[in-house]
C-alpha cells in the first residue's frame, strides 16, 4: 500500500472492478483514465485479479498490480443487498468497503448492485453521526439548472426527521457541488399551501421552517423542472418514482414523434431534419451523462453508478469522488448536522 | 322541474355555473352547446340567475329559464373545503350536490375549488356501499394509448385497501369509458421485484394477488409512459405529483428547444420549421382536451374539471357525465365492490 504522503489533495479511491454490466471493462478503461489524467487521484481496483489484468494487457494499459486488490467473491444483480453481505463478505464491494471503513481509501466506487452498494456503505463504512438515513439524491433538469432532488432511493417511509436531514444535505451538495449559493429547499407535496401535504412532508415543512435553512415552502410536481427550488426533498419512494418517470420522457417523446412522423410525409420531413437539434437539447435529459451519484450521510465516500456506465461515466464517478474528497463534503455535512441537532 | 319520463338514457345533468376563471360565460356556452347537441341531456344551470340570464341574453341563447336553479352563495377559489360547505350551503357548488342526493339530477358538473367540489360529492351525495375512499384519476398519455393513474389527489396517506378499491374503480373506468379489455393493473414502486414497495404498496400488491383481478405486479415510474399497465395504482399524493410533473414536460420541452435555438442560427430555423409537427405530437400530453375527470366511489355522478376550462371543455364534462349515465358506471362499482368485500 502507498502512504498518501502529505499531499491534502491526494486521494485514494477503491474500485468496484466488477460492477456494472461491462465489468470489468468499462471499470478498468474508466477508473484508470481518471487516474492518468489527475496525477492526485490514485486508484485501486478490487475485484477478480485475473480478469482485470487481462483487460489490462489487453487493452495495453499501464497499472501498479500491487494496487489490484484481489476479491474471491462477486455480488450479482440480482442478489439479496443484506443477504449478500453476509454470504459474500470477499466480494469486491465488501472488500472495498471496508478499505474505507479502515481508512485505507478515501472513497468507493461501484456501479453493482446498488442496493448492495448502499447495504455495505451504511453497515461497513457506518453513518455520520446524527444521520438517521442516508440518501441518494438526483440531479433534474430545470429552466433555472439543475434541481436537486433528495431522496430518490435510499429510504422509503421516511420520518419528518428524515426529510430535514435530506434537506440538510443535499444543500450541502447544492452549494459545494452545484455552486449554488444559498440553495432554496422546497418540501414537495400536493399544493403550495400549508396542508396540502401528507403527514410526513407537513411535519417536516413545520421542522423547515422553525430552521435557519434557505426553506421556501412546500412545492408541486410541477415546480421540479421549472426550478422553484434549488433542493427539493421527498420521500425515497415518491423521488425514486418521478426520477424514473422522468428517465422515461425522452424515449417516449421519440415514440410521439415518430408516431406524428408515420401519419404524414411533410411533418415527417421537417422531424427528420430536425433530429439532431432535438437530441441537443433533450441531452440535457440523459442522466447518464452524469456519472454516478454519491450516498451521502455515510462516514465516507460512495459513489453509486448506473448498472449500464460506459468508461467515460467510470471516469467522471472517480472525479466526482475525488471532487467530494477535496471539498471536505463529509465534514461539512457532519459539522452541519451537529450544528442542528443542537439547536434541535 | 321536468320528469326524466321513460327514456332511459335521459340524463338530467346540473352544472355549477359558477365554477372556474371564466364562469358564468364559459360554463353555460359550454353547457347549452352539449345539451344542443343531444336531446337525452338535460341541462339545469346552478349559480347566481341574474349573471347566467346576462350570459344567455347577451350571446343570444336559448334556456328555459326554469332550469336555471338560483343559488345566493358562490365557493371561491381559495375557500377552505370543508369549512364552506358549512358557511356557504346556499352556494352553487353545495345546491348542485343536494340535487344529486335527492335525484333531482343524475350528475353534477363543476369547475370550481376542486377541494370543495370532492367534499360536496362525498359529504352530500354520499360514498358508494363499501367504498372508504374516493377517488380520481388521470388519464396519462402511455407508448400504448392510456395509462389510467388512481389516485392523483382525491386522498392522501392511502391505506391498502383504498388502493386495492382505486384498482376495482379504475379498472371498471378503463373497460367501460376507454374500452380496455380486461384491464392490467400495476402497483407503482420502486422496483418490479416484490419488496421494493414501501409498506401501503406492498399490503396492497397481496390483496390484489389474493383477488382475481387482472393484477401484473409493480410497477415502476418509466412504466407509467411505457404503458405496461392499463391501470396504474397508488397513493394520491404519489399520483398528484407525478400527474403535475407529466404536465409541467411540454413547457419545459419548449424551453430547452428554445435555448437550443438560440446557440445556433442552424438550429433555430430547423427548429422553427418544425414547430408544428412538434405542436402535433405533443398535444396528447395536453390534459386540457380531456376536459374533466369523475370523482369516483361517491353515490352521483360528480366531474370536476379544471378552473381554466373553455366551452368545449364544459361540453366534454357534460358528455362524460351522461355517458358515464348511460353505461351505468355507479352501479358497476357498486356491485364490483360488493363482489369483493363478500370474498375477503
Same mark, same amino acid.
Given at each position: 500500500?502507498?502512504?498518501?504522503?502529505?499531499?491534502?489533495?491526494?486521494?485514494?479511491?477503491?474500485?468496484?472492478a466488477m460492477g456494472g454490466d461491462f465489468?470489468?471493462?468499462n471499470v478498468v =478503461?474508466?477508473?484508470?483514465?481518471?487516474?492518468?489524467?489527475?496525477?492526485?487521484?490514485?486508484?485501486? =481496483?478490487?475485484?477478480?485479479?485475473?480478469?482485470? @489484468?487481462?483487460?489490462? &494487457?489487453?487493452?495495453? =494499459? &499501464?497499472?501498479?498490480k500491487e494496487k489490484i486488490i484481489h476479491a474471491e467473491q462477486k455480488i450479482e444483480m440480482n442478489d439479496s443487498p443484506t443477504v449478500s453481505l453476509k454470504t459474500k463478505p470477499a466480494s469486491s464491494l465488501v472488500v472495498g468497503a471496508k478499505w474505507v471503513r479502515d481508512k485505507k481509501a478515501e472513497a468507493l466506487v461501484s456501479a453493482g448492485n446498488t442496493g448492495a452498494m448502499m447495504a455495505a456503505s451504511t453497515l461497513i463504512m457506518g453513518r455520520i453521526p446524527g444521520v438517521g438515513r442516508p440518501t441518494i439524491g438526483a440531479e433534474m433538469p430545470s429552466a433555472k439548472g439543475i434541481c436537486y432532488l433528495y431522496d430518490v432511493g435510499a429510504g422509503k417511509d421516511?420520518?419528518?426527521?428524515h426529510l430535514f436531514e435530506y434537506a440538510i444535505?443535499?444543500?450541502?451538495?447544492?452549494?459545494?457541488m452545484g455552486g449554488v449559493k444559498n440553495p432554496s429547499i422546497g418540501v414537495l407535496s400536493m399544493g403550495e399551501e400549508e396542508g396540502k401535504g401528507n403527514d410526513v412532508?407537513?411535519?417536516?415543512?413545520? =421542522?423547515?421552517?422553525?430552521?435557519?435553512?434557505?426553506?421556501?415552502?412546500?412545492?408541486?410536481?410541477?415546480?421540479?423542472l421549472e426550478g422553484k427550488a434549488d433542493v427539493v426533498v421527498c420521500d425515497g419512494f415518491v423521488g425514486n418514482?418521478?426520477?424514473?418517470f422522468g428517465e422515461s420522457v425522452p424515449k417516449? @417523446?421519440?415514440?410521439? @414523434?415518430?408516431? &406524428?412522423?408515420?401519419?404524414?410525409?411533410?411533418d415527417k420531413l421537417k422531424i427528420g431534419l430536425t433530429r439532431g437539434s432535438l437530441r441537443k437539447a433533450l441531452k440535457v435529459l440523459d442522466y447518464q451523462e452524469y456519472g454516478g451519484v454519491p450516498l451521502l450521510g455515510v462516514n465516507g465516500i460512495s459513489i453509486i453508478g448506473h448498472g449500464s456506465s460506459t468508461p467515460k461515466a467510470f471516469k467522471n464517478m472517480v472525479f466526482r469522488a475525488y471532487e467530494i474528497h477535496t471539498k471536505n463534503l463529509l465534514s461539512k455535512i457532519e459539522n452541519s448536522i451537529k450544528q442542528y441537532s443542537n439547536l434541535s
Open positions: 500500500m502507498i502512504d498518501s504522503g502529505s499531499n491534502p489533495n491526494q486521494c485514494r479511491i477503491i474500485v468496484d465489468a470489468p471493462k =478503461l474508466g477508473a484508470l483514465q481518471a487516474q492518468s489524467e489527475n496525477p492526485n487521484i490514485e486508484v485501486y =481496483l478490487a475485484g477478480d485479479s485475473k480478469l482485470i @489484468l487481462d483487460v489490462i &494487457t489487453y487493452e495495453n =494499459l &499501464t497499472f501498479d421516511a420520518k419528518p426527521n444535505m443535499g444543500s450541502i451538495f447544492a452549494r459545494e412532508s407537513e411535519e417536516a415543512a413545520k =421542522l423547515l421552517k422553525d430552521s435557519k435553512l434557505n426553506f421556501i415552502g412546500n412545492v408541486e410536481g410541477r415546480d421540479i418514482i418521478i426520477l424514473k417516449f @417523446l421519440k415514440y410521439l @414523434l415518430q408516431q &406524428t412522423a408515420k401519419k404524414n410525409l411533410f
